[in-house]
């Protein structure tokens, strides 16, 4: 597979000058003095993509020719951040490139800056799927990303009046130079209609599915470059489209506008990303999205099983197929409808097949978030899926009354269907039904679900379980978006941690070197400076760099307590209104987020933080010591500006909410410490970097537990903690609203009610907790000591390592070296 002979490979810088230039003459049909930045962007781009080109086609031909085992990663989100920097960090020729744009007169940050990110997944579940895919290439993994590819992101996010306002994510609006279609290898996907069960000619029993309609899914693949590896995956994402022949029967009568609209239809399926992660109960285009991509991509599998001469009954053996939560559990039913109604397997067989192949990540045990579909809408969109779930469902009770014989309550709880009220299909259980392996993302999170959400499973199939701690990918998190950081670590320890984040434990022997400690110092002073440079110029605020810069960015959730943030504010502005001399650390706090559309209180929050803001940011009496900015439409390529700046990290969620959070990973790499509950990875994290780096406040999770078991009054808090009331009260009385008292009544009332989160509970350990920060912080060696070996003791949370852990324990796969034989 030699590449054909050309100079499009070289990595010189005049090579790469050379190619640019042609690029924008011959692609972008340009000229400098006529070249907009976005020319320049995709001049460098395609020069980029040239040079990726060689190492995937030659793994793809590698995989091919070896029939390689592989994992294929179902995810209805890939929150991929931008390509570009990525691509030249991975290549290997970052220097080289800011080399040549430079002696073109260009700066590379500029050009950086100019990609729009395909913003492809809502949060945490999205990104982590972009970092897996990025530890397996690097780890030479041979692996398929499969997803949609939504014409429109996640939205964009403006700030009106300190309320959000969405506008439509065009990111495909100047063209994306990383993707190739692959029309060739288009398939269909039925939809509606009905079952025939018959007997053909030979007396055989069939089944077969008379749609109502046809969508046809055209895959678009993007490469996934290993890191300093000849590795490429290909993350390959599905448009639909319509058929060719839509509709020819209203066409040919003269229907022109219902052929036309039937083709609009089919289209809508992969208009948009849904901008919700806690729930879209009952949305049928957001099932047909989920049936949508999961045919396509197992009509894929067995297309590549074609090709490579498998039989299909050792699918098993060439595939092992991770579904990232249940969007896409519709793959059990699917790939059984594939094996026994098209390729005619017996069922027992195709049911081992399939058992042996899935694999299930829960992300969330809010139970708003367990995805349920009323069986009305689920058996009128699939017909068929709905038939086998109810085989799949028969044999599975069968099973439970086995081994827990006159159990109706178990069997109850346990069935695929929830009868209680309205039906339902439950996806979760079919995802544990029909996979080999079920992972929580983190320590606590897989603890709960054995021994609460999923117990009746933990106890069928207790084998089952384990759990995976998610990680975050050094490459972009750190290499790329804190390259000073990187420079000074490698100068320490040399560059081995970025493909082994381990040893950034040799960091641990510079962290009484003075030295050392003042050129942390330095770059994250001068990385604090930038972000305050980039704040003036799109708020007109001023921020000091010498402040403790304290961030919470992270979607915006009643769980994840941003309104508890938002209290101690407003208590350190108290204390200041009653004591203008008062001495404390000068504090800046950030946030950043996007709500979803449909959720009021979360946007409530975000008009609270707003407003909180618009108030201290101009009282004379603050004299500058505290400043709040909410930091609008809050991305993958604005996080990488801000993770470098943090001192502080917060990691506030209601103990045994947040399944793991990866955020928390991201602020520690880049020296924030961090203040948090025992929730999630917080927990794991402080385990690693040791307890006296680590600001620990709150409830436990079974403190939780046990004080909702035995009626939490969250209205005693308020009576009995002046600073509450006061903060409270401030809110109430409309100071923060121009008098209107009613505003923030919502979220108020909420809180006096029920306060489902704890935040009264947990408020004054909180307070504490943060006035313990400010004052380490005024002991800056002390503060940077405690950031050095936060940075020193992330090794764990590298992606590598949950990956490695996913190929020994679930997938049984090894790396596959790919060699470029040119
Ligand atoms: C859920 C749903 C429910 C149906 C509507 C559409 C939709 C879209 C996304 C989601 C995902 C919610 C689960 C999620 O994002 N969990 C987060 O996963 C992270 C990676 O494991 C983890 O770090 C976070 O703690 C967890 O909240």
Not at 6 to 33: E, H, I, M, T, W
Not at 486 to 505: A, F, M, Q, V, Y
Not at 803 to 816: A, G, T
Request: charged letters at 25%; a negative charge.
């Amino acid at each position: 597979h030699k590449q054909p002979e050309n100079d499009l490979n070289g990595s010189s810088v005049a090579d790469l000058k050379r190619d640019f230039l042609n690029k924008l003459f011959y692609v972008q049909g340009k000229f400098p003095a006529l070249a907009s930045l976005n020319d320049y962007y995709m001049a460098l781009s395609y020069t980029v993509r040239d040079r990726l080109l060689e190492r995937w086609i030659n793994t793809a031909a590698i995989y091919t020719d070896s029939g390689a085992r592989t994992i294929c990663y179902l995810s209805a989100e890939f929150l991929m951040g931008p390509q570009l920097g990525n691509n030249l960090i991975n290549l290997g020729i970052y220097d080289q490139a800011q080399q040549a744009v430079e002696e073109l007169g260009l700066d590379l940050d500029a050009l950086l800056e100019q990609e729009e990110e395909p913003g492809l997944g809502n949060g945490g579940l999205g990104r982590l799927a972009a970092c897996y895919l990025d530890s397996m290439a690097t780890l030479e993994i041979p692996s398929i990303g499969y997803g949609i590819r939504y014409e429109f992101g996640i939205f964009e996010q403006d700030i009106r009046d300190g309320w959000q306002v969405e506008r439509t994510d065009k990111w495909l609006r100047f063209g994306n130079p990383w993707e190739i279609s692959r029309p060739e290898w288009a398939v269909e996907v039925k939809l509606g209609g009905h079952v025939d069960h018959y007997t053909d000619e030979q007396g055989r029993y069939r089944v077969r599915w008379i749609p109502y309609e046809v969508v046809k899914g055209v895959p678009y693949d993007n490469p996934i470059l290993g890191y300093k590896t000849n590795t490429a995956n290909t993350l390959r994402l599905w448009t639909a489209e319509a058929p060719e022949s839509f509709d020819f029967a209203a066409f040919n009568s003269g229907n022109y506008a219902g052929a036309v609209h039937k083709k609009m239809v089919s289209e809508n399926v992969s208009k948009v990303l849904y901008p919700n992660d806690d729930s879209d109960r009952g949305k049928r285009l957001r099932l047909t999205q989920q049936i949508f991509f999961v045919s396509c991509s197992l009509q894929d599998t067995i297309r590549i099983m074609q090709v490579q001469d498998l039989p299909l009954a050792k699918f098993h053996e060439k595939f092992v197929i991770q579904l990232n939560d249940t969007h896409p559990a519709i793959s059990i039913a699917e790939l059984m409808r594939l094996l026994v109604d098209e390729h005619y397997m017996k069922w027992d067989q195709a049911w081992a097949i399939t058992q042996r192949t899935f694999a299930y990540t829960n992300h969330t045990i809010l139970p708003e978030a367990l995805e349920r579909w009323p069986i009305a809408l689920f058996s009128s969109l699939l017909p068929r899926h709905m038939e086998i779930i109810y085989e799949i469902n028969h044999h599975f009770i069968d099973d439970v009354r086995m081994k827990f014989p006159d159990d109706p309550d178990r069997i109850a709880r346990m069935s695929l269907i929830d009868e209680s009220g309205e039906k339902y299909v439950r996806m979760a259980h079919l995802a544990c039904v029909g996979s080999h392996a079920i992972n929580g993302v983190a320590a606590l999170h897989t603890e709960l679900l054995q021994q609460d959400v999923l117990s009746d499973f933990y106890a069928l199939y207790p084998h089952k379980f384990s759990n995976k701690t998610n990680g975050v990918t050094p490459r972009r998190f750190v290499v790329l978006s804190n390259p000073r950081l990187t420079d000074l670590i490698s100068s320490k320890i040399g560059n081995g941690w970025i493909k082994h984040l381990d040893e950034l434990k040799k960091l641990e022997a510079y962290v009484d070197d003075i030295e050392f400690q003042q050129e942390w110092q330095d770059i994250k002073y001068n990385l604090k400076r930038d972000l305050a440079n980039q704040i003036v110029k799109d708020y007109g605020i001023n921020v000091d760099p010498h402040s403790l810069f304290d961030i919470q960015a992270k979607r915006i959730h009643e769980y994840k307590r941003q309104h508890l943030n938002v209290l101690h504010i407003i208590t350190l502005y108290n204390r200041i209104k009653a004591n203008p001399d008062i001495d404390i650390t000068p504090q800046t706090f950030l946030f950043g987020g996007k709500a979803a559309p449909g959720y009021f209180m979360a946007k409530l929050i975000i008009k609270l933080i707003n407003s909180v803001a618009d108030v201290v940011n101009r009282d004379p009496d603050v004299r500058d010591r505290i400043k709040v900015v909410f930091l609008k439409d809050y991305s993958v390529k604005f996080a990488q500006h801000v993770y470098p700046a943090a001192d502080l990290s917060e990691q506030i969620s209601t103990a045994g909410k947040e399944a793991s959070g990866t955020g928390n990973m991201k602020f520690a790499m880049n020296g924030a410490l961090t203040i948090g509950t025992l929730d999630g990875a917080n927990i794991e994290i402080r385990e690693e970097v040791g307890a006296e780096n680590f600001f620990l406040f709150g409830l436990t999770e079974q403190e939780v537990q046990k004080m909702s078991a035995d009626g939490y009054s969250p209205i005693d808090y308020y009576h009995t903690n002046l600073e509450l009331k006061l903060a409270i009260d401030r809110i109430a009385s409309g100071f923060f609203s121009h008098g209107d008292p009613e505003l923030f009544k919502p979220l108020l009332h909420t809180l006096f009610d029920r306060d489902p989160y704890f935040l009264f509970a947990d408020y004054q350990a909180y307070i504490d907790c943060q006035h313990q920060a400010s004052l380490v912080y005024r002991d800056l060696e002390r503060w940077t000591r405690m950031s050095i070996l936060n940075v020193a003791r992330m090794g764990k949370f590298s992606s590598d390592r949950s990956i490695r852990e996913y190929c020994e324990d679930i997938w049984h796969i090894k790396p596959v070296k790919v060699e470029l034989n040119t």
